[in-house]
């Protein structure tokens, strides 16, 4: 298994530009979700998904858009970027939901992202 | 609302020394709690989880958390740093979600 993939792993935007950040798993997990990491605040959630066609906002959802075509795919998408979204984003996915009782998730290895 | 809490944002600890990492939330019921840890450019690893029943928690690398329902506590622990434990660690708590304290940065000295 390749567990959680993201790509690209680096990524320079200009303010207003706009772009796709991908991420792949394939450990058919229902529960995925994309997390940014900002100095001094751990992970902040930004939009999760508990399975195909079914997507919901985090903690910090503006700005950016998700679809869940697919189990195995979860983009994220940035409308127009801003310097405010500079940040390291990770993908993570999970077999059950959180709550749900046992469960881990599993992170991708990050996308760093700076916004000039 | 459920929150966590790191109170040390960066930690140095010689090699072969003892290392506790704290970390307090705050929630009504009995929490799912977890640590993770990151090495410099790399994802988030699971060291271990705390689910139910004993409270003290065996992880990987030889890390160990006890849970302390009175002090709302979830402290990681490990009896003798190696150089390669320098890392961020984070502390997680489920809710429905899972909320991540800010970290502590484990520095190691030879």
């Known amino acids: 298994n390749a567990g959680v993939t993201q790509t690209p792993k680096f990524q320079v935007l200009k303010t207003g530009q706009s772009m796709t950040l991908q991420c792949a798993q394939d450990?058919?997990?229902?529960?995925m979700s994309w997390y940014r990491q900002d100095p001094g605040m751990g992970l902040r959630l930004i939009h999760y998904?508990?399975?195909?066609?079914?997507?919901d906002q985090g903690e910090v959802p503006n700005g950016y858009n998700v679809s869940r075509s697919t189990t195995e795919d979860f983009p994220l998408r940035l409308l127009s970027a801003a310097p405010s979204q500079t940040s390291v984003y990770f993908c993570?996915?999970?077999?059950?939901?959180?709550?749900?009782?046992?469960?881990?998730?599993?992170f991708g290895p990050g996308t760093r992202l700076t916004v000039t | 609302a459920q929150s966590v809490t790191q109170p040390d944002i960066h930690i140095t600890v010689s090699e072969g020394a003892s290392l506790e990492l704290r970390c307090n939330y705050s929630?009504?019921?009995?929490?799912?709690l977890f640590w993770y840890v990151q090495s410099p450019g790399q994802g988030l690893q699971l060291l271990l989880k705390?689910?139910?029943?004993?409270?003290l928690v065996q992880g990987i690398k030889g890390f160990e958390a006890e849970f302390k329902r009175s002090q709302s506590s979830f402290n990681l622990r490990k009896p003798s740093v190696h150089w390669s434990d320098a890392a961020e660690y984070f502390c997680?708590?489920?809710?429905?979600?899972?909320?991540f304290g800010a970290g502590t940065t484990v520095t190691v000295r030879a």
């Open positions: 929630y009504g019921a009995t929490p799912y």
């Open positions: 450990m058919n997990h229902e529960y």
């Open positions: 705390y689910f139910s029943g004993d409270t």
């Open positions: 997680a708590v489920d809710d429905y979600k899972l909320s």
């Open positions: 998904s508990v399975g195909a066609g079914i997507t």
């Open positions: 993570a996915s999970s077999l059950t939901t959180p709550g749900a009782g046992i469960y881990e998730q599993y």
